[in-house]
């Protein structure tokens, strides 16, 4: 194996437990038509890297942006956003001179705008919440319930419960998840709790990652977004995930931000030929 052509430089990251794989795509050229297996095999746990998504980042033609991602999630499923994502690709491409501390970027759900904040947290503003349904009907496990959605880049289902702690959200997210009025795209799932008007405890059951997951940017953003819109919670409100940590949501008119930590746990070299991948 050519110890050059066979490897690729890569970068592990994670934002509130979300973690990610990025390539620089600008050295590399992977094309769009065999991204989606990369992802599979590169997010696979044990036998890959490990990863809940594989993100490909690379110049853009359009003056308005400084760069533009592909987001894959480990499945192989391509997604139109993702909020700890687009926290730690705004932190990443500045390290490596591919914009500046405040820049936008093209993604499937539109351009996101980014900062670098004093406490060292990345900012991003999300596209516009679109879709807005309250009081959804809906028939789970324990029979005909409510349960509400809006689209905050992805699809989310929120549903609001007395303890999100105390739910088996495996079982529930893929029963929502799967559920005929998400049909045919399915959805995100968020079972959230109401701590008081500034903090909320929320759970998701992540669409291609088939699982829960430690923390959902978008996810929580529809989760405040739905809290707020039923007059539960302020515009200005704290996220407690899955794994601990906080994400900080506010809405601003229109505008939706979303603010946390995104760190780059290592840099390295992925071996393509352990993975059955070829830049060929």
């Not at 807005?132 to 029979?143: S, Y």
Request: glycine share 10%; charged share 20%; with cysteine.
């Amino acid at each position: 194996m050519n110890p050059t052509k066979g490897l690729v430089a890569i970068y592990k990251m994670q934002g509130c437990g979300n973690d990610f794989v990025f390539i620089d795509n600008r050295e590399y050229n992977v094309p769009v038509s065999h991204m989606s297996e990369w992802a599979q095999k590169i997010c696979r746990r044990a036998f890959g890297v490990g990863a809940d998504g594989l993100v490909f980042l690379e110049n853009s033609d359009e003056p308005a942006l400084d760069y533009r991602w592909h987001f894959y999630n480990a499945d192989g499923s391509r997604a139109e956003m993702c909020g700890n994502a687009s926290r730690c690709a705004a932190k990443l491409a500045v390290e490596i001179g591919l914009a500046g501390p405040v820049h936008t970027f093209g993604t499937d759900a539109g351009p996101i705008r980014a900062e670098f904040c004093d406490d060292g947290e990345i900012k991003v503003e999300l596209t516009p919440p679109q879709g807005l349904e309250l009081n959804k009907p809906i028939t789970l496990k324990d029979g005909d319930d409510e349960i509400h959605f809006v689209n905050t880049g992805v699809p989310h289902a929120v549903y609001v419960a007395e303890d999100a702690s105390a739910l088996n959200v495996k079982e529930l997210g893929a029963l929502v998840r799967y559920h005929d009025v998400f049909a045919p795209a399915g959805t995100n799932a968020n079972f959230m709790s109401i701590i008081d008007r500034e903090n909320v405890h929320l759970r998701t059951y992540e669409r291609g990652v088939e699982d829960e997951t430690f923390a959902c940017g978008t996810g929580a953003v529809a989760g405040v977004v739905v809290a707020n819109a039923l007059g539960l919670t302020g515009t200005d409100v704290r996220v407690k995930s899955s794994g601990g940590e906080i994400l900080s949501i506010s809405i601003e008119g229109n505008s939706v931000f979303l603010k946390g930590k995104a760190l780059v746990i290592y840099s390295g070299n992925a071996v393509l030929e352990s993975l059955g991948l070829t830049l060929d």
